[in-house]
């Protein structure tokens, strides 16, 4: 008896459009991806490129960065960032992501992942995915990657408070916004500027 192939394994494409059902669903996942990444024009080509080409294992990485840091809210743009240094820099990363995505269970503590992460050998995996979002680098020495600064996420326990550190007075790029309003004094009143000439005429009329 044949198996019955799943709609994700099957790469015969009985489905009348020429593609396999694995290609359609690669295509669709991919168009997701991007989609969703044409909300952070600061991408680069290759950093977009890197997650549309394989956007299962981008979904991986993003829901085990999502569990191991504990944050929900993380950025997709850097997420893309994170995945395409470290994708581009060790050839076994997709699967080791896929191994560690699998050990992500729903409601589990970060600690307890990391455990269990240890234990199947991807300890370091998890180190340097949490380094990398802390601190915004990939990697170590004059190897290392800079992606972001101001969105590290050590940052964010004193962000209420404190401006992340910075030669600019007000926090990264400040510099680039515009200028705040300032309230014109009593002394500089539009009547002080207006010609008395043009006063007298009007009283005249």
Known sequence: MENDPSIIGSNSPEN?????????????TSAMVATTLL????????EKE???????????????????TEHKNISEGSSAQIFNAFY???????????????LVKPGQAAK??????????????VTSIVTAWYTGTVGHGTDSILISYKDALMYRPVSDGLIVPTY?????LYFTAA??????????NAD??????????????
Do not use: W
Not at 16 to 28: M, P, V, W
Not at 39 to 46: I, V
Not at 50 to 68: H, K, N, R, W
Not at 112 to 124: I, S
């Open 192 to 205: 002080r500027f207006t010609n008395p000439s043009e006063t007298n005429v009007v009283s005249k009329a």
């Open 39 to 46: 909300g952070f024009p600061f991408l680069s080509l290759a």
């Open 88 to 102: 581009r820099s060790q050839p076994d990363f997709p699967a080791q992501v896929s191994k560690l995505h699998a």
């Open 179 to 188: 200028p705040p309003a300032a309230a014109m004094p009593e002394s500089m």
């Open 112 to 125: 307890d992942l990391q455990e269990v992460a240890k234990q199947n050998g991807l300890g370091e995996l």
């Open 16 to 28: 009348g459009t020429g593609f396999s059902r694995r290609e359609l669903l690669k295509g669709l």
């Open 50 to 68: 890197t997650a549309t080409q394989e956007p299962v294992i981008f979904g991986q990485f993003y829901l085990v960065s999502q569990a191991i």
């Open 168 to 172: 600019c007075g007000n926090g990264p």
